[in-house]
């Protein structure tokens, strides 16, 4: 790799050195915090010998691979900064990027941070709603049975209750205290409150607006949004000694009042409006739009932008039980993901490609699309095109049919029941019919458009006899995961390289396998080492633990180092590291992945002497 050439054109595409507020790198990872993302071109930065994926999420994250320290020292020399990432300088510019970002920016990280921890509680209550709904259609149970009907409101609690779970996320992610906002909200929602509203209530002379909170999402971000100042102001201004009661009972004394008189109605309208307006469009154009967003989905879920969609989603289940428009885009987008993986499947003659291929058809065909995105459609356009054209026809026909979703789960096949109705019994095989058309579609437009971009696919396939297999070890004792289950789209679609997750029950990290050690990042929570035959094997302790600035790592060899098996390469502090809210998960993965095959062991909690991966050579 021309390591100049690289960096120059990655700081040209990501909008030049004057839209970059800050920059730094991971183990695999350039991380641009940028001034105007709009001016990052995602295309041309993938299309850049050296890189293998582009995240944009709060950062433009470009995936470099083993060698991304020297690519990132490239990039600094164009910059004309120092290399060190964890230099003063460094650590005073960390802080421009907040307040240089973009509203659009801070919007769409404010609204992940509300709405994506609330969907497992919304998904597990909606499925066991609609299970139930089926199994009532089917008479293995009884609707009118008291059985049936306290299931029911099991199902129905997460919705009813969602305006306190918005509180609880709200708070975490404003970084004030949970339960105080949490019983700012809960005012809205007492009982002798809603009773009292419908009578018709006076709040120092003003009238109250009589409104069911229940169900609602916007009253409450509204509320926690101004509960969050008020707690801020009243720390700032209050004695430390009465802090403990007065900050909480003054915030909630201002907060709850203005909330029930102005930020309760203003909210409540907000989300009726917010689903008036979608439900007009899809009246108006409604096929059409379910049709565009369902072809463009691909795009959007690669970035992370289909989570600005969650705020209406919920707003509609909660105001009208149902939802049109995301939900049946996203059944025909995660089915024709699946199909067009099982036709490159079925076309490859690359091995590892058409393992990844069916791993990945097999997750979207069930709702979880990332590995098909990342570990197949993203690597070819011409199957990014499949997948695309075969979204906007089985859109299309959901759009036509007017499919209605009751659920908010990734839909999938295991998950169809979201779509019965009582009223519209049609509805469920609308949904079966939209699932077939976008996968035959997919299969058959990848399969014909489709071409295995491996030139030497078959070479790969056999084995070089003249170097044995490579045993190795496990890094760290504890439970073994597969790859795919990590949470980080680089290494769950191993477009970084096969290899092992282990969660790990001591904060230890081993050598593997004999070899050398080559890089320990600036950060201390990763390192890659090379064998004697050539195998790169990167380690990483962590998701997003560049984070912590190298905070509970202590290595214990430098690069450079030779070591045998079994030697200590790494102590991390495990509980300091789970208590400041990272996963600990730790990778082990074989970088060079064109140069060699990976078999993994299927183990589940994995000792020292475990083996893990057998390792061998391929033919080039």
């Known amino acids: 790799m021309d390591y100049k050439q690289t960096a120059a054109e990655v700081l040209k595409y990501v909008g030049g050195k004057e839209n970059i507020a800050h920059f730094e790198h991971c183990s695999t990872r350039l991380r641009f915090s940028l001034i105007d993302n709009a001016k990052a071109d995602v295309k041309r930065l993938e299309s850049i010998p050296g890189v293998i994926a582009v995240k944009m999420t709060g950062q433009c994250q470009v995936v470099i691979g083993n060698e991304v320290v020297e690519v990132y020292d490239a990039v600094n020399q164009l910059l004309g900064g120092s290399p060190n990432p964890d230099s003063e300088s460094a650590e005073a510019s960390a802080a421009k990027p907040k307040e240089k970002r973009k509203l659009g920016s801070v919007i769409l990280d404010f609204i992940v941070g509300v709405f994506q921890p609330l969907i497992p509680a919304i998904a597990g209550a909606g499925m066991l709603k609609s299970l139930l709904l089926l199994l009532g259609l089917m008479n293995v149970l009884d609707p009118d049975g008291h059985t049936y009907k306290i299931l029911v409101q099991i199902g129905d609690a997460a919705l009813y209750f969602l305006p306190l779970l918005v509180a609880v996320t709200t708070a975490n992610k404003l970084k004030v205290n949970t339960l105080v906002a949490l019983a700012a909200v809960g005012a809205l929602l007492l009982p002798n409150m809603t009773a009292m509203l419908g009578e018709g209530a006076q709040l120092f002379g003003l009238q109250i607006k009589s409104i069911a909170y229940a169900y609602q999402v916007f009253p409450a971000i509204l509320t926690v949004l101004l509960y969050a100042q008020m707690e801020k102001w009243f720390t700032r201004i209050t004695p430390k000694v009465i802090r403990i009661f007065f900050v909480p009972m003054m915030s909630l004394l201002i907060t709850v009042p203005v909330s029930l008189l102005v930020l309760g109605p203003l909210g409540y309208t907000l989300g009726e409006g917010f689903s008036a307006i979608i439900l007009t469009l899809f009246d108006k154009v409604g096929w059409i739009a379910v049709a565009l967003l369902a072809a463009v989905l691909p795009l959007m879920v690669s970035v992370g932008m289909h989570k600005a969609l969650i705020p209406y989603a919920l707003s509609a289940m909660g105001s009208t039980g149902k939802e049109l428009l995301y939900m049946p885009a996203s059944l025909a987008h995660n089915i024709a993901e699946s199909g067009a993986c099982f036709a490159v499947a079925v076309r490859t003659k690359d091995k590892a490609l058409r393992a990844t291929a069916i ?214 502090d495990l509980e300091k590291i789970i208590e400041e809210g990272y996963d600990p998960v730790t990778i082990a993965i074989v970088t060079n992945k064109d140069k060699y095959a990976v078999e993994v062991a299927d183990l589940k909690q994995v000792n020292r002497q475990d083996t893990l991966m057998v390792v061998t050579a391929l033919e080039n």
């Open 359 to 572: 791993s990945a058809g097999i997750s979207a065909l069930f709702g979880i699309t990332e590995p098909a995105l990342y570990g197949v459609t993203l690597q070819n356009k011409k199957v990014l095109g499949s997948v695309m054209f075969s979204s906007l026809i089985g859109g299309a026909f959901t759009g036509i049919v007017g499919l209605q979703a009751y659920v908010l789960v990734g839909p999938g096949l295991a998950s169809l029941s979201m779509f019965i109705s009582e009223d519209l019994p049609r509805n469920i095989i609308n949904a079966v019919i939209a699932l077939v058309i976008s996968f035959v579609v997919a299969f058959v437009s990848a399969f014909i458009l489709g071409k295995d971009h491996k030139a030497k696919a078959e070479e790969r396939q056999a084995v070089n006899q003249l170097t044995m297999a490579k045993e190795f070890k496990s890094p760290v004792i504890g439970d073994m995961i597969p790859l795919s289950e990590v949470k980080d789209e680089v290494f769950s679609s191993k477009a970084m390289g096969e290899g092992v997750a282990v969660i790990p029950a001591k904060g230890e990290l081993y050598a593997p396998v004999d070899g050398k050690i080559e890089v320990i990042y600036s950060r201390n929570h990763a390192m890659a080492m090379r064998t004697a035959n050539g195998i790169e094997l990167l380690f990483h302790v962590g998701i997003d633990t560049v984070r912590l600035r190298g905070k509970y790592f202590e290595p214990q060899v430098q690069a450079g180092d030779e070591v045998k098996a079994g030697d200590l390469l790494l102590k991390f």
